[in-house]
């Protein structure tokens, strides 16, 4: 059953083969005896998922059911789910239980979907590498020595290994797209303003995004389809109709203009994830696509300016959690000041630190212009390339990272190190694009994730074209040992 | 762009965040390897590029000034760390 996709679940539960609450105690049992070599869940909610996979099964048996409905998935745990502890990763909301649920969870709650939990990942979403969360690391399924990347690394191992056939991340620079590439999974980061923001804990404001992870690209348009959406209390929120991602899945791909940046196909890209891009781009050419060379000669420019950026915007919203209405709160503070400083630095680990105090000196005075306001043209200039490239080609495609799933501790001191694992991911959160990452040939035994990047609200497109490659090919279908 | 622990302080009481010495020494030097990363923006031309502050092009939307939320206090306060009579408590503030 957990080899299953979505749509074969819904085909499934349709035909009465097995009921939504079998399908949710597969899933939970199989989270209790795997789960242990992977860490990939910090909340697993038991019997809240069999009361609404009790619930799926009267409305599948009352002729009400959807596409979606009794089908089990878990919820990265940036969500926020009411009566449900939402931690973020962190220590700082380890006590916090949500009075309400984000926008997100309500759709597909709405939509019938069973909570089976809420997954592990960075703290407050910073991160390439599901290391730096409170409840400690999660693994690779493919190599429990390895991580599974960042921040939505919960949510990728749980698909990957097959301890929920679809999980919801989100992506601020990288943290759908490079975990669903290190873990072997298909992971889409929407069109900025697509899904609502409400109830999903901020990082970086104007980056953040919301998005389906799972094991094809008719599974992300069917999750996709469920979480997208204007929402008025996202004020964020694309008034914008959403389109049926599943009517434009099959269109063939001939004639299709598929754009391969030269600035990230250069000499030195590995040639493990160089050849493994190429066979994708391949397929593609295989079904009548053409390649064209485009440029994004301010690509390079994307990290310096994210990590500017997403800071500062992190060190405005991490500003909420001063020990006072909600989450940690030291002991005994002596006064105000005391109480901040202490609540938040018990509450918060180093590298969420390390991005509150660069985004503090971002803004602050006699810096702003230096920093923000140059990140912020820096951006606009990445945006024009993107423009510029989209006049001469239908999609982008590059790699989705520059090497496969890296030791556990291989990053150690080195916090830069870790921030150029986002280098082919990060121009597309500067620009608002969508983009999705989907299995391409495996290197050494380890996935590799191959990159999609379309114009702004081009998500059917996206999921088109990954669909093809999908259909003519089993790189999505690997399977880690032992799950 | 080198940090001393002098601005490393500054910094950190501005975040509210508390640092002891050895976290300043090591936040000196990771911070200052972080804004080396971030120095290489400086070498591109950028005057007369309009900042960009948000990928898509939209207003702020308003709506009528009407009550849509219902009053949940007591659901809210009940991840207060000391709240009482429905309020939220902390240190004195006013002397």
Same mark, same amino acid.
């Given at each position: 059953?957990?080899?299953?996709?979505?749509?074969?679940?819904?085909?499934?539960?349709?035909?009465?083969?097995?009921?939504?609450?079998?399908?949710?105690?597969?899933?939970?049992?199989?989270?209790?005896?795997?789960?242990?070599?992977?860490?990939?869940?910090?909340?697993? /909610?038991?019997?809240?998922?069999?009361?609404?996979?009790?619930?799926?099964?009267?409305?599948?048996?009352?002729?009400?059911?959807?596409?979606?409905?009794?089908?089990?998935?878990?919820?990265?745990?940036?969500?926020?789910?009411?009566?449900?502890?939402?931690?973020?990763?962190?220590?700082?909301?380890? *006590?916090?239980?949500?009075?309400?649920?984000?926008?997100?969870?309500?759709?597909?709650?709405?939509?019938?979907?069973?909570?089976?939990?809420?997954?592990?990942?960075?703290?407050?979403?910073?991160?390439?590498?599901?290391?730096?969360?409170?409840?400690?690391?999660?693994?690779?399924?493919?190599?429990?020595?390895?991580?599974?990347?960042?921040?939505?690394?919960?949510?990728?191992?749980?698909?990957?290994?097959?301890?929920?056939?679809?999980?919801?991340? /989100?992506?601020?620079?990288?943290?759908?797209?490079?975990?669903?590439?290190?873990?072997?999974?298909?992971?889409?980061?929407?069109?900025?303003?697509?899904?609502?923001?409400?109830?999903?804990?901020?990082?970086?404001?104007?980056?953040?995004?919301?998005?389906?992870?799972?094991?094809?690209?008719?599974?992300?348009?069917?999750?996709?389809?469920?979480?997208?959406?204007?929402?008025?209390?996202?004020? /964020?929120?694309?008034?914008?109709?959403?389109?049926?991602?599943?009517?434009?899945?099959? %269109?063939?791909?001939?004639?299709?203009?598929?754009?391969?940046?030269?600035?990230?196909?250069?000499?030195?890209?590995?040639?493990?994830?160089?050849?493994?891009?190429?066979?994708?781009?391949?397929?593609? %050419?295989?079904?009548?696509?053409?390649?064209?060379?485009?440029?994004?000669? *301010?690509?390079?420019?994307?990290?310096?300016?994210?990590?500017?950026?997403?800071?500062?915007?992190?060190?405005?919203?991490?500003?909420?959690?001063?020990?006072?209405?909600?989450?940690?709160?030291?002991?005994?503070?002596?006064?105000?000041?005391?109480? #901040?400083?202490?609540?938040?630095?018990?509450?918060?680990?180093?590298?969420?630190?390390?991005?509150?105090?660069?985004?503090?000196?971002?803004?602050?005075?006699? #810096?702003?212009?230096?920093?923000?306001?140059?990140?912020?043209?820096?951006?606009?200039?990445?945006?024009?390339?993107?423009?510029?490239?989209?006049?001469?080609?239908?999609?982008?495609?590059?790699?989705?990272?520059?090497?496969?799933?890296?030791?556990?501790?291989?990053?150690?001191?080195?916090?830069?190190?870790? #921030?150029?694992?986002?280098?082919?991911?990060?121009?597309?959160?500067?620009?608002?694009?969508?983009?999705?990452?989907?299995?391409?040939?495996?290197?050494?035994?380890?996935?590799?994730?191959? %990159?999609?990047?379309?114009?702004?609200?081009?998500?059917?497109?996206?999921?088109?074209?990954?669909?093809?490659?999908?259909?003519?090919?089993?790189?999505?279908? %690997?399977?880690?040992?032992?799950? | 762009? !080198?940090?001393?622990?002098?601005?490393? $302080?500054?910094?950190?009481?501005?975040?509210?965040?508390?640092?002891?010495?050895?976290?300043?020494?090591? +936040? $000196?030097?990771? +911070? !200052? !390897?972080?804004?080396?990363?971030?120095?290489?923006? =400086?070498?591109?031309? =950028? !005057?007369?590029?309009?900042?960009?502050?948000?990928?898509?092009?939209?207003?702020?939307?308003?709506?009528?000034?009407?009550? =849509?939320? =219902?009053?949940?206090?007591?659901?809210?306060?009940?991840?207060?760390?000391?709240?009482?009579?429905?309020?939220?408590?902390?240190?004195?503030?006013?002397?």
């Amino acid at each position: 059953m957990h080899h299953k996709t979505l749509a074969e679940l819904s085909a499934g539960l349709a035909a009465g083969e097995f009921s939504s609450v079998e399908l949710t105690s597969h899933f939970l049992e199989r989270i209790d005896t795997l789960d242990a070599r992977l860490n990939s869940f910090i909340s697993v /909610t038991r019997e809240l998922a069999l009361e609404q996979a009790r619930a799926a099964d009267e409305r599948i048996a009352a002729g009400e059911a959807g596409a979606l409905t009794g089908i089990p998935m878990a919820h990265k745990d940036i969500f926020c789910t009411r009566g449900v502890r939402t931690s973020c990763g962190s220590r700082m909301l380890d *006590n916090f239980t949500s009075p309400y649920d984000a926008t997100v969870v309500s759709k597909l709650a709405d939509a019938g979907m069973v909570m089976l939990g809420k997954t592990n990942m960075d703290e407050f979403a910073m991160g390439s590498s599901n290391e730096t969360s409170h409840y400690g690391p999660v693994r690779n399924p493919w190599d429990v020595e390895r991580v599974p990347g960042g921040s939505s690394g919960g949510s990728a191992a749980a698909v990957a290994a097959r301890l929920a056939p679809a999980t919801t991340g /989100t992506d601020t620079g990288g943290s759908i797209r490079q975990p669903a590439a290190l873990t072997g999974v298909t992971g889409l980061k929407p069109t900025y303003g697509r899904c609502s923001r409400y109830g999903m804990i901020a990082f970086a404001s104007s980056l953040d995004q919301a998005g389906p992870m799972t094991r094809t690209a008719e599974d992300a348009a069917l999750m996709l389809g469920a979480m997208a959406g204007f929402d008025a209390r996202d004020s /964020t929120s694309a008034e914008r109709p959403v389109e049926d991602y599943l009517a434009a899945l099959n %269109q063939p791909v001939s004639g299709l203009r598929v754009g391969v940046v030269r600035e990230f196909m250069h000499g030195e890209l590995d040639p493990g994830i160089a050849a493994s891009v190429e066979a994708a781009i391949a397929e593609l %050419q295989r079904q009548g696509a053409e390649v064209v060379e485009v440029s994004l000669p *301010n690509a390079h420019l994307s990290v310096p300016a994210y990590y500017v950026v997403a800071p500062a915007e992190c060190s405005s919203n991490l500003s909420r959690f001063d020990g006072v209405r909600f989450g940690h709160r030291c002991e005994d503070p002596k006064d105000l000041e005391d109480l #901040y400083k202490r609540s938040r630095s018990e509450g918060f680990g180093p590298e969420v630190k390390r991005r509150i105090m660069i985004g503090t000196y971002a803004l602050s005075a006699g #810096y702003y212009d230096a920093y923000y306001l140059k990140a912020q043209q820096i951006r606009q200039l990445i945006a024009g390339d993107f423009r510029g490239a989209f006049a001469e080609c239908d999609v982008i495609v590059a790699p989705t990272t520059p090497g496969t799933a890296f030791p556990l501790g291989d990053k150690g001191d080195d916090p830069v190190s870790m #921030y150029l694992q986002d280098i082919f991911t990060i121009a597309v959160n500067l620009a608002g694009l969508p983009a999705i990452s989907i299995p391409a040939p495996a290197v050494n035994g380890l996935p590799v994730g191959f %990159q999609i990047i379309g114009d702004q609200f081009q998500e059917g497109r996206l999921l088109n074209v990954a669909h093809r490659i999908q259909q003519a090919t089993d790189w999505h279908q %690997q399977v880690p040992q032992g799950f | 762009m !080198s940090l001393q622990p002098d601005d490393v $302080s500054k910094i950190a009481h501005l975040a509210r965040l508390a640092i002891t010495p050895e976290e300043g020494e090591s +936040l $000196s030097r990771e +911070l !200052s !390897s972080i804004l080396d990363l971030v120095a290489q923006m =400086t070498a591109v031309e =950028t !005057s007369g590029i309009e900042p960009m502050a948000h990928p898509l092009e939209m207003q702020q939307r308003l709506r009528p000034d009407e009550v =849509t939320e =219902t009053d949940q206090r007591e659901l809210y306060l009940g991840n207060a760390p000391q709240a009482e009579a429905g309020l939220f408590l902390v240190p004195k503030v006013i002397e």
